[in-house]
């Protein structure tokens, strides 16, 4: 089969290959589990001074991504099955559902923009879908594709070792992950929770699990709405917190949750 393929149209096409080249997404490209091509819309430009941009219609500020160099570099790469993404502040928000999705694709294009953007008859005429890696505007789209591809290729089998597991990984069941702890035991006066030490992978993976939910409710509350709970699941999480002492609730980062939270969340689910 085939190996996934990201195709990224950058003016600043080393951005991209030094991104893409560390640490486990940097072996999965030497290793072939997927292929990176970066081309430079500058290379397609027939002027003799490799002009890429130009001054918007109407006037203001920034210069615009010009449409010919970078129709030429879309018509070199895009085959029948790419999808054609140009990074924008304006599109979808990027996030675990999107990640997992886009890892289904054998062909990723991205398009990243600079200045004042890109001349938006090529997004009419090209792009599939706009995607935004948050609600800020960055002066290029380069980082932005740098974060699809880090987050994408990370479900590809065999980028991530056992060790890196995406399974255990906060999102991957809708909520977020419990906390890590490694070497030494005891670190300035702060320990470990004792169920780590028990050598009991079944308590410690149920132990995890819940621990997992505490911290969703204590940091991202919102998300525990995205999930199925029912009312006996809450509570049984209210009973585990209560069973948490002061000192493990501080070592988990777990001290800012109190009853109300799970009242909340109660009434939450009972609306719904
Ligand atoms: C300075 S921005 C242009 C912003 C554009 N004038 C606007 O207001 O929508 C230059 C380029 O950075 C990229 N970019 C900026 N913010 C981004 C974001 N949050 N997510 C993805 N790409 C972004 C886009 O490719 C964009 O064309």
């Not at 991209?16 to 072996?27: E, F, N």
């Not at 740098?146 to 990984?169: E, N, T, W, Y």
């Not at 777990?254 to 719904?272: K, M, N, R, T, V």
Request: net charge negative; hydrophobic share 40%; charged share 25%.
């Amino acid at each position: 089969m085939k190996s996934p393929k990201f195709t990224v149209i950058s003016l600043f096409p080393e951005m991209i290959q030094q991104m893409v080249a560390q640490g486990v997404v940097g072996q999965g490209l030497k290793h072939n589990i997927f292929e990176l091509e970066v081309i430079n819309p500058r290379d397609f430009t027939t002027d003799v001074h490799k002009t890429v941009d130009d001054r918007p219609y109407g006037g203001g500020d920034g210069m615009v991504l010009l449409c010919e160099p970078l129709e030429l570099a879309l018509k070199q790469v895009v085959g029948e099955d790419s999808r054609v993404i140009y990074l924008s502040p304006q599109g979808q928000l990027l996030d675990d559902d999107k990640v997992k999705e886009l890892a289904e694709s054998p062909h990723i294009v991205m398009i990243c923009g600079r200045y004042g953007g890109i001349d938006q008859r090529i997004i009419n005429l090209y792009v599939d879908e706009e995607v935004s890696i948050g609600n800020y505007v960055l002066s290029g789209g380069e980082l932005a594709a740098g974060v699809v591809i880090d987050s994408v290729a990370r479900f590809f089998p065999g980028v991530l070792g056992h060790q890196d597991s995406a399974h255990s990984d906060s999102f991957t069941n809708g909520f977020l992950e419990a906390p890590n702890f490694t070497r030494p035991q005891n670190y300035k006066g702060q320990g470990i929770p004792t169920a780590l030490l028990s050598g009991n992978h079944k308590l410690i993976e149920e132990w995890r699990e819940k621990v997992g939910q505490l911290v969703t409710l204590s940091k991202r509350p919102e998300l525990m709405l995205n999930v199925d709970l029912t009312v006996e699941s809450i509570r049984d999480l209210y009973l585990f917190w209560q069973g948490l002492s002061a000192q493990e609730r501080d070592l988990l980062g777990l001290s800012g949750l109190s009853a109300e939270e799970f009242s909340l969340l109660l009434a939450a689910e009972e609306e719904l």
